[in-house]
């Protein structure tokens, strides 16, 4: 349908660190431009659900105290698989987050419902655009320009093994918010 999207998020986390998710990720994050949100609404919404997927529209206040589509949750039907030779069964459901955004007067990406952990981090236009595909899980997926400069600006420096998210509750020992892993190595 002529439009630009892009993986982003713990997506870019994962990209850095070897070309797929990451073992606890369980969903992709994609940027669609304010200007495309109706078509993807419109159009390839209803084409997901046509072939079984789930797609819930999301509704935020933003800050200027308007209520506004900031974007959508895509949900695939449930697939069973067998987890090992032992015969036990597990179930994946393939998910997807789809963030409505615009660079703002400063060309900083913003979401139209202040929704996402990049809304607040000011992510500069030159490291979104243009997008560039990048192999990810097998397949060529368009990118932020600069995953790299993303991922800094949004989760710190991961080459210190470190990677902090706003889903993480800081506890007595985890003061920060913050994972801390003891290797470079990730084994997965």
Not at 46 to 57: A, M, N, Q, V
Request: proline letters at 4%; one cysteine or more.
């Amino acid at each position: 349908h002529g439009f630009e999207y892009a993986v982003f998020a713990g997506n870019s986390v994962g990209l850095l660190r070897g070309g797929n998710n990451l073992p606890w990720g369980d969903d992709y994050d994609i940027i669609v431009f304010e200007k495309h949100a109706t078509t993807f609404s419109q159009v390839i919404a209803p084409e997901f659900e046509h072939f079984g997927f789930k797609t819930e529209t999301i509704i935020k206040n933003n800050t200027s105290g308007g209520v506004v589509v900031s974007g959508m949750k895509v949900c695939g039907p449930s697939i069973q698989f067998n987890k090992c030779s032992r015969g036990s069964v597990g179930t994946s459901v393939f998910q997807c987050d789809v963030f409505f955004s615009y660079f703002d007067k400063n060309k900083f990406l913003k979401n139209c419902g202040d929704w996402g952990l990049y809304h607040q981090k000011n992510i500069p236009y030159d490291t979104v655009l243009p997008f560039k595909k990048q192999m990810f899980h097998g397949m060529f997926l368009p990118f932020f320009n600069n995953p790299k400069k993303e991922v800094e600006i949004c989760y710190t420096n991961i080459d210190k093994c470190s990677i902090f998210s706003h889903h993480l509750q800081k506890s007595q020992n985890n003061l920060s918010g913050t994972i801390f892993f003891q290797s470079l190595l990730w084994n997965y």
